[in-house]
Structures are given as structure tokens and as C-alpha cells.
């Protein structure tokens, strides 16, 4: 029926203009990476119940990626960052 | 006269009478009154038929739990089943039919299944209809559905309009009753935002069905000032005929609101129905207290219902239930409804206390019966009496009606949706609502409170905890006397022994104690097993009445604490919520928007037949006066195209305006194909590969100057590649300076093909298009003649000489228009959709019939492609891996059937010749399939295993869906103009 995400762009908006592609956690390997580092990151994800970090793209907003943690057993909501200041960020550390 | 309207009394308008009509017959109610209360004035007790038994059935309480007085409200489109009579707002001219019978209400056939009911109990679905395994689908279902159901669904269209709407506040109030009125007084007074939704049409809760003085008023006057000085605070939203049904995350909560339920011919400047999402910073939940039946034999006869019930039509809307009533009870609601009754005159018969004894005393002069139980009820469509024991004898009681009390249950729904499980109390005897935090708190008699003084006073301290914790300053109210209270508590009694009729315990979905004892015994005892063995608890009323009953008996049964039998699930609902409702303004075209291009004017008047491409509307062909069928047109509208010039609609295609110093480098890593060095005024065609190294889509993008692109993707891709662009850049590559929007729905886009295209287009174009000057592959802004700027592709998707023409969408048409004058000496023509699949058929140009999703660049014969040299690009690291390279995977071929006439579909399997259709034969498929009017055979494009090296092999097309089997000679996948002669021109 409805839920909310903060968009850091847009301020808080109903979950319906948003699509979820899923955890944000796996990297994207260099292209000398192992086969092995490929496999993982397109097909192998985690499942994981609890808190997780998750790309939500504000497909009915500003279309800009973000990165939503939060439980999805309760939903409850963390932090929500553009995708691309989370990528500088652990690109940073 | 047994049930009927006192001289005086009630929160009805006596003044205002309102005409209605039950079963086809006129009766007459007053302002106030909701249809069951106008029914029972009206002597009119029984309502309907049980859903499985078709028992006669009258309303068992006062309110939305009601399980049997079940009507359909209103006609024709209007009508609308399974309405409960007991929150029907009665208006003038209301028409009202009861269910579930035929052919009447007092004589009904399928009375006949009472009869039946040893076959009928929990389970008969599984144990009685087994065999033969035949019968079931075609008579036995048939049959029960027939015989058991509720109301019936209005086929036509609903004429009414519905909308959506969302809320915010700091303080949602649910439920209008004492609690609810105080908590929202007093959030009200400290300034906060507040909703205080009720389901009823009239705010009060149970200050307007009971006897006590609140401030020295009736109860129904205080409540009235309460809500006057609610109404008068800009701060406070009053919602009544709003249910709130859900709680779902973030603190949003689902209601509807009923806007013109209550009226014969709603306003079309309104709509009937409002669904509500409220998002609140908190919530108090003040919805009462269900007062829970008692399960005795015969429990279910009209004339037998909850004490609140008969209070409650007595004392709000000035109805006696009966004549002479009779009270069971196990608790202090039984003897307060003796002394209301006695109190307006009306014959108490007798107080009927199952318990041994206790501190209540019936008004003076009514017989009480202590330790006694209720084990039969007289009489069909109303009891005329009863039968109880005691301490082994029997004796019968006359009444015609009985008001029974079995204790309380908090109403705790909403707390327990997103997945908390109420709580036991051994002390109150009842499942308490849980903990959820301070951001949803129960007051009143929703937390378990029991007077109507405690109320007041919960509701208005949670509303000052909350208020505070909020940062508003709240005072507390002024508290105020109330007189006349009662003790509401009560001993358990879940079941009354001895029983000599069926004992109800769902009273909608007609399920027995004796069910719940089968569950038991046959090994459904989990409650969520016995609840789907029995149905106990799945009517529409979701078990309102029945669920907490079931808990207590399927404890005694086991011997154990309700505690350890827990309640199922709740789930929203939390009543029945329309579809009109849900679907809002969502119906037909807005259900389902239709897109139409900027071009679709022009398509309409050249005669199109469209067809429909998700949302999109494309012209598919263009008849002509004498053409039979689409193929002639289409087979007229290729040989035009080749031979002369047509003009076709592209608009839907994609289009990414892509900007900025690093859109080169961008391009290049999300295409699979170098774009470099793609120059100024070139476009090129791109294939974008997914991580996985499959095809994603393609398109050609052009460079229109040093930093700006525009990219084209198809029709179907459009969304998915803005938003896999928007991903690569904003996830993968934040640092590349380039920026891009959608201009898909800003251009009109048509291609004009043919031999003739450049004589026609220099006739709308200022600009020098001869070859030297506008090659094949250039791309660049152009002028109209008349001045409009304008964008020009040579780009082909034909094989002919071929421009594309964008133009603003609003003058698209206008444009469509000179360029088919521009080539009517030429012998233009307009086509569609299935001539452009033919032509690129005929020339081996792929769509996404051809890139399924499983294809790779190699195996549609671009592999060439592939700009390996590239550090990196989107797929390309998969793209090499062991399978994707494999020598027998499918690639694309032609095919041409021996027998030219013969027909090849897409879809049909290929196998070698002689070889038995099977999966481990199968030889690949046929991708796309037409008849070429420039070969004047069918041809195809295929996916044939090691296809590229099986040129000139004789294979069999097969397709076994409409029994066909031709043979066929693979070839090159290109059967026009192989040296592209005619491109570069
Ligand atoms: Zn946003």
C-alpha cells in the first residue's frame, strides 16, 4: 500500500516512484579481474534478511540512483545517499 | 408487533422520515438510522441466509463486525453486495435486497442443505467430492458454488468515480469514541495537525449507544460538544465514514472514505469513494472493543445477538429488539442491557448467568438465572423461546429476542499487521494489543480500558505523552464526572456445554464448534491449520466475532492456555475495501494510458490500422481502396518503398540526448563497438552488450557536435536503456562528465525510404543533400523550407536510400504532410510497422525477435563488432567466456522455403531432414518470418545451431502448433541487395 524513502534530492516520497535493483554491496571488477570476480559480481548475490545496503533508483523523481539502508524484514530506514557519493566515498576509503 | 421503534428517545431525527424499500417492499426510517435499525423498526428481523446451511440469519451486532445481515445496496450498475445493513447510512430512497436465497428470503430451497449439514461440516470439500475425479470440475462445484455464496456482482461498469488522495498530520486519532474523542481534544488544543478518522457517520463510539451522563449531559450531548469544539480547531481534521483498514510501513496508514455511499444519486463532481493514505508522526489506535458472542446451540436464530447490539439499537436509535427480551450473559453487558430495557419499558424475561455468582444485580423484578446455560433456541426466522439448563434441568424461557454477552476482545487489528502477534492476558481473559512502539499507541478500550470515565482519561494521556514527545506543550483535559457506569468484566465462557443445535462460532462462513472438534481430532491443530480446514475466521468479516472464540475453545479442547493457541494472522483489511476504491482514478484509459505518437494525426488520416507496441499505438499498415487484406497492403507498401519512396513513422523509437566532455568515453564504454572516434555531423550504429555479455539493445547514436549526442534505442528498450545509462554513470563512472535526458516524446521522427527519398526530402530540406554532400551515415541539423530547424539522419533500416527527419513533435504532422505532397508526383507512400519488418527482413536487419535476451553480438553475425582493443566496456568481460563462444551455438541465418508459396512462421523449430522432432534433434528456431513481395517468396530469419557453415543444407521447418512441416534451404541472412549498392547512392 505504501511506504517512504528519503530521497536526499527530492526530500521523502512514496515508494511507488522508486524501483529496487537490489544489493548495492558487490563491486563491479576491473576488467583484468579473475573470471572467478566476474562470476560473483553478475551472478552470485546474497540474500541476506536484515539490514542491508540496497540500490533504489527514483525512477518517478529526480532518476537519480541511491543507496538505501535499511531492514527489509521491517523497512526500517537508515540512511538513504546518492549512489554516487556512496561510490567516491568507498572509492575513498 | 415484537420488534419495534420506542415513542421517544435515540440520536435519530423524528422530523425527517426517509422511504426505502427491502426485498421490493416500501418501509419508512428516520434521519440517523442505519439500515438494520430501520429494518428492526420496521419489525423486520430477518435479514438473510447463511453462506453454507442458508440458516435464516438477522444482524448479531450494531457494526462493522457483522457476519449476517448481508444485503445488496442499490441497482443495476449501482449494486453492490454483501453491504452490511448494520453501517448502511439510511437515505431516502435506498433499495435494499437480502442473498443468498431463492426464491425468497422466508422460503428458500437451499434451506434444503441444512438438512444435508452432516455432510456439509469442515472438510466436505476434501471428503465427499472425491470420486469420481470427473464429476468435480463440471457438476459438483458447479452445484456448491451454486448453493453457497453471498451476494452477487453487478456486471455493467461502475459509473462512479473514485479518487486517491494522501494526508499528512502529526497525530492520527482512529476511532471517534471517548478515547479517541479526548486523545484528539487534547492533541487539538496543543497545536498539533491532527486526523480523527471514524467509520461511522456519526462521531461518538459508544457515548451514543449508552445510558450514562458524562458532565452532568447525556452521553450523546457530550459527545456532541467534543466534537463542535473539534470541528471549530483549524489544526484538526475530522474524517467520519472514513475506515482506516491498514498500517503499513513508515507510518502510512490505508483508509477509505465513503463520500457519497450515503446518497441515492451521488454528485458527479465528487467521487463516491476516497482512498486515504495518511502518513502521520503518530497514532493512536481508540477502536473499541468487540463484545464477543456466546457459543450456545441455536446461537445463530434471528433474534439473537450481542447485548452491546440490542443496547445500541435501544438506546441510539430508539429500537426495542423484541417484546419480551431475554439476556445471556457472563458478565455485567448482559445486566445493563436488562435495566436499558427495563428502564424504556420493554419486558425483560429473564437474566440467564452462566456463572455461579457474582456482584451484579438485574433491576427489580427480572427473574436471574444463575449457573445456567443456554442450550437451544425456538422458533425459525425469529426465535419465539429458548431452552435452558441448569444443573441438569430444563426449562423453557419465551422471548423473541436474546441479547447475549460473552466478555470483551480490544479491537487490536491495525497493531498486529505488520506482523506482531497480540498479546494473552490472563487477567483480562482477552489478546491485548502488542508493543509496537511509541509511535502507535492503543487507548481506551482498544488498550483494554473498560469505562467509559477510563476512556476518557487514557485517550487523553497518551494524546499529552505523545504530544510532548512531539515538542507541543499539552494540558491535560478537564476530566469530566460521568454517572451510570457499569462493571464490564466478565468470566470466560467459550462454549456452553450441551448444546442440542448446532453452537456457531463463525456465524458467516457457518462454522460449528463441532468443526473446530473435527480440525482437532484430524490433525489440523495448529490454528492457522484449523482456520483453513474449518474457514473458521476467512468470511468477509475476517473472523471479527469468531477468532478469539476459537482460540478459547480449541484451548479447552487441547486443555491448554489461548496463549498457547495464539490468533492467525492479521492482514489488512481491516473491512472490506471496494475495488473502486483501490483502482481510484486508474479505469480504462487512465488504467491503462494509451501513447500515441506525434505522427498519429497524420497515420489516422492516410488510412492506418494500428497496432498496439506496449503503451505505444503504431501504424501497422495502410489500406487502400480494393486491397483485401493487410498483406496486400503490405506487400504494395514494400514494392512502393523499393521502387519509388514511402514515408513510416519512427517516432517511438528512444531518444537520449546525451551532453558533455566525457560523453565520448561514456558512449564508448556502453556500446560494444568503438564510438571514439565516431566524427562531428556521423552517426553509427551501436550494439550494447548486458554484464553478462548477451545482447542488450541497439540503435544508432550521432554526434552533433564536439560534446552532444543523440542516441536511438527501440521502441521497447526505450525505459531500460535511460535507466541502465543512468546506473553506468552515476554507480560506475560518477567521475565522467556527461549528462543525459529522455527527448523521446520531444521528437517527431519519420523515415522517408526509396530510391526516390533524396528528390523528395530536397523538396522540404533547404540544405544540399546530394551524396557528396549529405552522405550515407551523416547526421546533422538541417532547415525546412519555412525555416524550421530541423535534425537529419541517413540512416537505413531498408536497404534503400533512407533519411530520418526529426522535428519538434508539435509539428510533426505538418511536416508528414509536405513531405507526402512533396512526393506525390513520386509515388510516395505511407507505411507501417509490417512493411518495415518485412524490408528489414529481406535485408537481415535484426530486432528483438532476433536479440531475445539469450543471443550474443556473434551470433547475430556482428562479432566483428566487438572493439576488444577497448580497456573496458559493458559485457565485455563475459562476453569471452567458454559457452558464449562456444562453435554449436545458434546463429543467424536465412531461410527460403523450396516451394516458394509455402508459409514459415516465427516460432517453428528446425530440424534436419528425415530427423524426429525432439528436444535432442532440435536444430534451432525461427526468429522472424514474412512473405517478400521483391523475392515473391516467404523467407525468414532464423537461429540455426552452427548456423554460419550450414549455408546451402536442407533442413525442415516444423511447426508443430499448427501442424505444419516444410522444407526449407538455409542461406545468407540477406535476400535483397547484398552489396548494399543501393545505400550509396
Ligand atoms: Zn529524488
Known amino acids: 500500500m505504501a511506504s517512504l524513502i528519503t530521497c536526499p534530492h527530492c526530500g521523502t516520497r512514496p515508494k511507488e516512484e522508486f524501483t529496487i535493483r537490489g544489493d548495492a554491496a558487490p563491486r563491479r571488477p576491473g576488467s583484468a579481474d579473475r573470471d572467478e570476480a566476474w562470476y ?27 543507496v538505501v539502508d535499511r531492514d527489509n524484514l521491517t523497512h526500517e530506514v537508515f540512511g538513504v545517499v546518492d549512489a554516487a557519493d556512496f561510490q567516491r566515498t568507498e572509492a575513498a576509503e | 408487533m415484537t420488534s419495534y421503534r420506542l415513542d421517544a428517545g435515540g440520536a435519530i431525527n423524528r422530523a425527517q422520515a426517509l422511504s426505502f424499500s427491502f426485498d421490493g417492499r416500501n418501509y419508512k426510517g428516520l434521519q440517523g438510522d442505519t439500515l438494520a435499525s430501520a429494518l428492526l423498526a420496521n419489525d423486520q428481523m430477518l435479514m438473510g441466509r447463511s453462506f453454507k ?14 457476519p449476517n445481515a448481508l444485503l445488496t445496496i442499490g441497482s443495476g450498475a449501482r449494486s453492490e453486495p454483501n453491504a452490511r445493513a448494520t453501517t448502511v447510512e439510511l437515505y431516502q430512497g435506498l433499495v435494499a435486497a437480502s442473498q443468498n436465497r431463492w426464491p425468497s ?43 453457497a455464496g453471498l451476494g452477487k456482482l453487478a456486471l455493467e461498469a461502475d459509473p462512479d468515480r473514485y479518487e486517491k488522495a494522501w494526508a499528512h498530520c502529526d497525530l492520527l486519532v482512529i476511532g471517534a469514541g471517548p478515547a479517541g474523542l479526548m486523545a484528539a481534544l487534547v492533541a487539538g488544543r496543543a497545536g498539533l495537525r491532527v486526523i480523527l478518522a471514524d467509520e461511522g457517520f456519526r462521531p461518538g463510539g ?11 449531559l447525556a452521553a450523546v450531548d457530550y459527545a456532541g460538544g467534543l466534537v463542535s469544539e473539534l470541528s471549530s480547531l483549524p489544526n484538526v481534521t475530522l474524517m467520519p465514514r472514513t475506515t482506516v483498514f491498514g498500517w503499513y510501513d513508515d507510518m502510512v496508514f490505508g483508509a477509505v472514505e465513503r463520500v457519497q455511499k450515503h446518497v441515492a444519486s451521488p454528485s458527479p463532481e465528487l467521487p463516491v469513494e476516497r482512498l486515504w493514505r495518511i502518513v502521520a508522526k503518530r497514532a493512536i489506535l481508540a477502536s473499541g472493543a468487540e463484545e464477543r458472542p456466546l457459543v450456545f446451540g441455536g446461537n445463530d436464530k434471528p433474534g439473537v445477538m450481542t447485548a452491546t447490539a440490542a443496547r445500541t439499537y435501544l438506546n441510539r436509535y430508539g429500537v426495542a429488539v423484541g417484546g419480551k427480551v431475554a439476556v445471556f450473559t457472563n458478565g455485567g453487558s448482559g445486566y445493563r442491557t436488562a435495566a436499558d430495557l427495563a428502564a424504556k419499558g420493554v419486558e425483560v424475561t429473564a437474566v440467564i448467568d452462566a456463572r455461579a455468582q457474582s456482584a451484579d444485580v438485574a433491576p427489580a423484578g427480572i427473574r436471574v438465572i444463575r449457573n445456567a446455560g443456554v442450550v437451544a433456541t425456538n422458533g425459525r426466522h425469529r426465535i419465539d423461546g429458548l431452552l435452558l439448563e441448569r444443573a441438569g434441568f430444563e426449562e423453557v424461557i419465551g422471548c423473541d429476542a436474546l441479547a447475549m454477552s460473552g466478555g470483551w476482545s480490544p479491537i487490536v487489528h491495525l497493531m498486529c499487521q505488520r506482523g506482531t502477534k497480540p498479546v494473552w492476558s490472563e487477567e483480562s481473559q482477552a489478546f491485548l494489543a502488542p508493543n509496537v512502539g511509541n509511535s502507535f499507541v492503543a487507548a481506551g478500550s482498544a488498550a483494554g480500558v473498560e469505562t467509559i470515565s477510563e476512556c476518557l482519561r487514557d485517550g487523553a494521556a497518551k494524546a499529552a505523552s505523545l504530544a510532548s514527545e512531539l515538542g507541543f506543550a499539552a494540558h491535560g483535559a478537564n476530566l469530566p464526572d460521568v454517572e451510570g457506569e457499569y462493571d464490564a468484566s466478565f468470566a470466560p465462557v467459550w ?27 484430524e490433525g489440523f491443530r495448529h490454528i492457522e491449520h484449523t482456520k483453513r480446514y474449518t474457514t473458521v475466521g476467512m468470511a468477509t468479516d475476517q473472523g471479527k466475532l469468531g477468532n478469539v472464540n476459537t482460540a478459547g475453545i480449541v484451548a479447552a479442547m487441547r486443555g491448554v492456555s489461548p496463549a498457547e493457541i495464539g490468533t492467525t494472522t492479521f492482514r489488512p483489511f481491516y473491512t472490506p475495501v471496494s475495488f473502486g476504491a483501490l483502482a481510484g482514478a486508474a479505469q480504462g484509459e487512465h488504467g491503462a494510458p494509451v501513447r500515441t505518437s506525434p505522427l498519429h494525426g497524420w497515420a489516422k488520416k492516410n488510412g492506418a490500422s494500428f497496432v498496439e507496441a506496449g503503451l505505444w499505438y503504431r501504424s501497422a499498415w495502410f489500406a487502400r481502396d480494393g486491397e483485401k487484406n ?27 540526448e546525451i551532453f558533455g566532455a566525457g560523453a565520448a568515453e561514456f558512449l564508448d564504454r556502453i556500446y560494444c563497438n568503438g564510438f571514439l572516434k565516431l566524427p562531428v555531423g556521423k552517426a553509427r550504429y551501436g550494439l550494447m552488450l548486458r554484464e553478462d555479455g548477451i ?4 540503435g544508432t547514436t550521432s554526434r552533433l557536435g564536439e560534446h552532444h549526442y543523440v542516441m536511438t534505442t527501440t521502441t521497447a528498450y526505450a525505459t531500460d536503456v535511460m535507466t541502465h545509462m543512468e546506473f553506468c554513470a552515476q554507480t560506475f563512472w560518477p567521475e565522467l562528465d556527461v549528462r543525459f535526458v529522455s527527448v523521446s516524446d520531444q521528437w517527431a521522427q519519420m523515415s522517408l525510404a526509396g530510391p526516390k527519398a533524396r528528390i523528395i526530402m530536397s523538396r522540404v530540406v533547404q540544405d544540399d543533400l546530394s551524396d557528396a554532400a549529405f552522405p550515407f551515415l551523416a547526421a546533422r541539423a538541417v532547415t525546412l523550407r519555412g525555416g524550421l530547424k530541423a535534425r537529419l539522419f541517413r540512416i537505413s533500416f531498408s536497404g534503400e536510400l533512407a533519411y530520418e527527419l526529426a522535428v519538434p513533435a508539435g509539428y510533426g504532422e505538418a511536416v508528414a504532410d509536405a513531405i507526402m505532397e512533396a512526393g506525390r508526383d513520386e509515388g510516395i507512400c505511407a507505411y507501417g510497422v509490417e512493411a518495415l519488418n518485412v524490408l528489414r527482413i529481406e535485408k537481415g536487419f535484426i530486432t528483438h525477435n532476433e536479440l531475445d535476451g539469450r543471443t550474443t553480438a556473434d551470433d547475430v553475425g556482428l562479432g566483428r563488432m566487438m572493439a576488444m582493443q577497448k580497456p573496458d566496456f559493458i559485457g565485455k568481460r563475459l562476453s569471452t567466456r567458454f559457452g558464449l563462444t562456444a562453435a554449436d551455438r545458434l546463429q543467424l541465418v536465412g531461410l527460403k522455403p523450396v516451394e516458394p508459396e509455402k508459409q514459415i512462421n516465427a516460432g517453428a523449430h528446425l530440424l534436419k531432414e528425415a530427423a524426429k522432432p525432439s528436444l535432442a534433434n532440435d536444430q534451432g528456431f525461427v526468429s522472424s518470418a514474412c512473405y517478400s513481395p521483391a523475392l515473391g517468396s516467404f523467407i525468414a530469419l532464423a537461429m540455426l545451431k552452427s548456423g554460419r557453415e550450414r549455408v546451402g543444407e536442407r533442413i525442415v521447418v516444423w511447426d508443430a502448433l499448427r501442424g505444419m512441416e516444410v522444407p526449407a534451404d538455409v542461406c545468407a541472412p540477406v535476400f535483397v541487395d547484398a552489396e548494399n549498392a543501393k545505400l550509396h547512392v
Open chain 2, 495 to 521: 462454549y456452553v456445554p450441551g448444546a442440542k443445535d448446532k453452537a456457531f462460532v463463525d456465524f458467516q462462513n457457518d462454522v460449528a464448534v463441532s468443526d473446530l472438534g473435527a480440525a482437532q481430532r
Open chain 2, 695 to 698: 545482447v542488450f539493445d541497439d
Open chain 2, 53 to 66: 446451511y442458508h440458516r435464516p440469519r438477522g444482524p448479531v451486532t450494531a457494526g462493522s463486525s457483522e
Open chain 1, 40 to 66: 560473483a559480481y553478475v551472478y552470485i548475490r546474497d540474500n541476506p534478511k536484515g539490514r542491508i545496503l540496497e540500490y533504489w533508483h527514483h525512477a518517478g523523481g529526480c532518476r537519480r540512483w541511491l
Open chain 2, 630 to 656: 493487410w498483406r496486400e497492403s503490405v506487400d504494395r507498401e514494400v514494392l512502393s518503398v523499393r521502387a519509388n519512396a514511402g514515408l513510416c513513422d519512427v517516432s517511438t523509437l528512444g531518444k537520449i
Open chain 2, 105 to 147: 428470503l422466508k422460503h428458500d430451497i437451499g434451506a434444503v442443505n441444512s438438512l444435508l449439514s452432516p455432510f456439509l461440516g469442515a472438510g466436505f470439500y476434501y471428503k465427499t467430492f472425491m470420486w469420481p475425479a470427473a464429476f468435480w470440475e463440471k457438476l459438483y462445484e458447479p452445484l456448491i458454488r451454486k448453493a
Open chain 2, 206 to 216: 459508544s457515548l451514543l449507544s449508552e445510558s450514562v451522563s458524562v458532565a452532568g
